[in-house]
């Protein structure tokens, strides 16, 4: 089956300094790529939609400046965490979709903790 | 507005029984709907899928019931096993793009 790779799967960090997260389509060509956050006990909440070459879209509420998103290709994309605070601090997961009549295949998350 | 609710946060089975979970949803859009299991630190797998135009779908010991007019669906795991504990989300997609909505998860505990 189709696999989705995400890196790193934990990180520490300090307030104020930056964190990238890669998400890895690695057996078929992402078209369109998701990236979710989950806080403890919540759902999964969507963030932004990114398709291949053209800039991401945010859901209402999430910070675009904050939340970089670059989809530079059809097997990555990329999510930057600027100047990251304490409340930044949660689960991550990407998903890839590899057309639009296809599930989408997860990650397997990153848990960002900001001191 | 939840437009995805899992209405209980956990429950707890005995192995060899029937599990069931459920789910509710608000938007009749919605026509693709799907189950996820996630174990901790963990991203989800999914695990079963229904399309609103049938009522049923079944994989192994998973099956998902439709139930279109009360907006209602549920994940039935029979017999329930110790590795089936995990917390499993429902989802749902619909209209014009492939947003997935999540609801906030059940607890699923199979007691040995």
């Known amino acids: 089956g189709a696999v989705v790779s995400q890196h790193p799967s934990w990180v520490i960090c300090k307030s104020g300094t930056s964190v990238k997260i890669e998400c890895r389509s690695l057996?078929?060509?992402?078209?369109?790529m998701f990236w979710y956050r989950q806080f403890p006990k919540q759902s999964l909440m969507l963030m932004a939609t990114s398709n291949e070459g053209s800039k991401a879209t945010y859901e209402q509420g999430v910070e675009k400046d904050k939340f970089l998103i670059n989809h530079a290709s059809l097997t990555l994309s990329t999510l930057t965490v600027t100047s990251a605070h304490p409340e930044d601090s949660s689960f991550y997961i990407c998903?890839?979709?590899?057309?639009?009549?296809?599930?989408?295949?997860f990650g397997s998350g990153t848990q960002l903790s900001v001191l | 507005d939840q437009q995805v609710k899992q209405n209980s946060p956990s429950l707890s089975v005995q192995e060899g029984r029937i599990s069931i979970l459920n789910c509710d949803y608000t938007n009749s859009m919605f026509d693709y709907f799907l189950w996820y299991k996630k174990y901790p630190a963990e991203g989800p797998t999914f695990l079963i899928s229904?399309?609103?135009?049938?009522d049923k779908n079944e994989d192994g010991r998973f099956t998902v019931f439709l139930n279109k007019s009360a907006k209602h669906l549920s994940l039935h795991i029979v017999p329930s096993q110790p590795g089936d504990s995990a917390v499993y989300f429902c989802?749902?997609?619909?209209?014009?793009?492939?947003?997935?909505?999540f609801g906030t998860g059940t607890l699923l505990a199979v007691q040995p």
């Open positions: 229904i399309s609103s135009i049938k």
């Open positions: 998903s890839a979709i590899r057309d639009t009549n296809e599930k989408l295949f």
């Open positions: 989802a749902a997609a619909g209209g014009a793009t492939n947003k997935l909505i």
């Open positions: 057996d078929f060509q992402a078209t369109t």
